[in-house]
Nanobody
């Protein structure tokens, strides 16, 4: 199983970016999935998560600014980031709890991280 994150880059404050994270491999099912971020010198923090049923959870700092969604047919989770601020600068990591066709339980998988830089 691989998670491929994309969509990061350099954007000016007030701009938008859309992150994508696609899971591939021998996937049986995907339950919860979401995004963490880690800014320089700070601990990794949960940004947003979405359950298999579509329930969402956001960090207080991004509520109303970021939107998480998923396309189950494509095994992909998205993070739409609007009104970006310099403090949103971080490496964003996607994660997924999924079950492979070879397993009877779910495991957590992580993407490689994508850098988001917001200039002032």
């Amino acid at each position: 199983v691989q998670l491929q994150a994309s969509g990061g880059g350099l954007v000016q404050a007030g701009g938008s970016l859309r992150l994508s994270c696609a899971a591939s491999g021998s996937i049986f099912s995907i339950s919860a999935t979401g995004w963490y971020r880690q800014a320089p010198g700070k601990e990794r923090e949960l940004v947003a998560a979405i359950t298999g049923g579509g329930s969402t959870n956001y960090a207080d700092s991004v509520k109303g600014q970021f939107t998480i969604s998923r396309d189950n047919a494509k095994n992909t989770v998205y993070l739409q980031m609007n009104s970006l601020k310099p403090e949103d600068t971080a490496v964003y990591y996607c994660y997924t709890n999924l079950q492979t066709v070879y397993s009877s339980w779910s495991d957590e998988y992580w993407g490689q991280g994508t850098l988001v830089t917001v200039s002032s």
